[in-house]
């Protein structure tokens, strides 16, 4: 099994900066793409950024030029640093994370996410 765990969500003022960090452990074989979600009350969820195994990296127009992500393989963590952050930003961020198994099965696994409020 693999485990996902988010963290360095909590309550910035808007301008502030955050960064969440997500570390995967377990029985890894592979990760491919890595990626940060969030959804804000009463809305879907919706894709914040993504990063290949390559290190392409993907954005959401909303956070583009604001937020950057990151991973570092050695450490099978994904980062997404958040900076001018603003009101509508506010909500739980999950990290999502494709594993391909030693017999080339993919699957995705998901955290249980963090809260980040954005608030004076």
């Known amino acids: 099994q693999v485990q996902v765990v988010e963290s360095g969500g909590g309550l910035v003022q808007p301008g502030g900066s955050l960064r969440l960090s997500c570390a995967v452990s377990?029985?890894?074989?592979?990760?491919?793409?890595m990626g940060w979600y969030r959804q804000a009350p009463g809305k879907e969820r919706e894709a914040v950024a993504i990063?290949?195994?390559?290190?392409?990296?993907n954005y959401a127009d909303s956070v583009k030029g604001r937020f950057t992500i990151s991973r570092d393989n050695a450490k099978n963590t994904v980062y997404l640093q958040m900076n001018s952050l603003k009101p509508e930003d506010t909500a739980v961020y999950y990290c999502?994370?494709?594993?391909?198994?030693?017999?080339?099965?993919?699957?995705?696994?998901w955290g249980k996410g963090t809260l980040v409020t954005v608030s004076s």
């Open positions: 999502s994370v494709q594993h391909i198994s030693s017999t080339n099965y993919m699957s995705s696994y």
């Open positions: 990063i290949g195994s390559g290190s392409i990296t």
């Open positions: 377990g029985s890894i074989f592979r990760i491919n793409a």
